[in-house]
């Protein structure tokens, strides 16, 4: 029974809980990723830019868009157009490859705490571990002003890995708190509100900050996206918990049809955390190429969020503002789009047009081979710039089949790991967030156009070959190690047994039945 408060408070909540968590998680994931690409942007308006290029330079690009505003000469400081206020006591010397180098530093901290923070989650809930990993986000992008200007490169640097270590658990500690609030009839629209977050963050980030720094400093960025993450916080530490049996003003009607409706709340499982079978995962092939998948995805993806500011800024020589509109857009389409890929995917399997196996491959297909064309147009597109940005917005709607091919893949070949099967492909994958941006800065030295269509290729060439590697390997079906009992184990199979999911109370006493009668 609730206590009188707790009942009265219960009373107070029109919405239930379990879309307060879902509305509270998506904050959730797009406050992390505000924080996470608002230095795409503010990076730009962070540096000295260097004079423009002569004629007779040997790096001189007649394809700079440098007659948009007129410009001529050599020596014509261009910031003025980008921002309202620059203040030169706060701009750094920084070349294309310390940019990039920064820019990808975040992944560096990201990728090591994917697996961890999913085990954590697992096994003491996601509340405080996805809670304290977004604070630290928060405290750490509040601090990035004073942090940069007082130890510069080096400072940033090591302040962007500290965040990617609060932001590793994040999707892990989310799946594992919805596992236990998402009935199945309810999961896909729940899943559809959380992980829209995601786009969200993307356009909030790249659009406000447009306008943050068109009419002030790039300081004021830092500080209202980290103002925002910890107000969240204090909110999040109030509403929400890891558990429908843990939540102290739940209603009794809503806990008791989550716990009659919830997998993961009807079946009382061991104490033991269910073994993972490492010796089978590791050499899976259709896992491995689904990992491949995810690291050219990732590259295609990172290349857009972290680099299409600069591109815009730098190439195109759009204003700070219209750099902001115009990098929000593209995750509008893409936003917009996957759900309709969504709807088409369902539709076409339900009807028995092609398997689930051919659907994960060819929305991957979509999802890859088609940005990665688009963008090299955009580079092609020369300074005909309402051409170049159709081609941009073009390769984010394709890239929005994503979420019907590779992303869901896990679900269908390890459902019973899909845990620890995702916290592996993000956090592998991410690696690209860490080698593109780098790579993209050693490639640019001068950001002319010439040198980003190189960087576009190379893009292109890491899509198309990590898609043909799924596509050849790719998997639509369960594979056998994640249920033995089912599937047994494949012939040739010389490593040893796997260990045994556990079974809950009803499932052991039926084993043990079925071996006193034999």
Known sequence: MLTGWRLALSKLFIIPQRYVLAIMALLAVANAYTMRVCLNLAITQMVKRPAAVSTEDDNYDPLVCKERYGLEGNSTDIRSLYSAKADEDFLFEWSEATQGLILGSFYYGYVLTHIPGGMLAERFGGKWVLGFGLLSTALCTFITPITVKMGGA?????????????????????????????????????????????????????????????????????????????IWFMLWSVLCYSTPNTHPFISDSEKKFLNQNVDALIHTYSKKLEPIPWKALLRSVPLWALIIAGIGHDWGYFTMITDLPKYMTDVLKFNIKSTGLLSALPYVAMWIASFFFGLVCDFCVKRGIHSIRTAR????????????????????????????????????????????????????????????????????????????????????????LKQWRVAFWVCLGVLV??????????????????????????????????????????GNKKEKNEKEKK
């Not at 406000?208 to 790039?218: K, N, Q, R, V």
């Not at 898609?467 to 390997?473: S, T």
């Not at 089912?486 to 109370?505: C, F, I, K, M, Q």
């Open 361 to 448: 491959k060819l929305y991957t297909t979509i999802a890859a081979t088609g940005p990665g064309i688009c963008i090299i147009m955009a580079s092609y597109s020369g300074c005909d710039t309402t051409l170049a940005v159709f081609w941009f917005i073009f390769a984010m709607t394709l890239m929005g089949a994503y979420y019907s091919g590779m992303k869901i893949n896990p679900l269908d070949i390890t459902p019973n790991y899909a845990g620890t099967t995702t916290a592996m492909v993000n956090g592998i994958a991410a690696i690209s967030g860490i080698i593109s941006p780098y790579l993209i800065g050693l490639l640019t030295p001068d950001s002319t």
């Open 465 to 506: 070959f990590t898609n043909v590697i799924y596509i050849l390997f790719a998997r639509g079906e369960q594979l056998w190690w994640d249920d033995v009992k089912a599937h047994g184990y494949p012939e040739g199979w010389t490593h040893g047994d796997l260990p045994v999911r556990p079974v809950d109370s009803e």
């Open 154 to 230: 080096t400072a940033l640097f090591i302040l962007r890995v500290i965040e990617g270590f609060g932001e590793g658990p994040t999707m892990p500690a989310l799946m594992a708190m919805l596992s236990k609030w998402a009935p199945k009839a309810e999961r896909a629209r729940i899943g559809a509100i959380v992980f829209g977050g995601a786009q969200i963050g993307n356009i909030a980030g790249s659009y406000f900050s447009g306008l943050i720094l068109h009419t002030g400093s790039w300081e004021h960025v830092f500080y209202m996206f980290g103002g925002l993450g910890l």
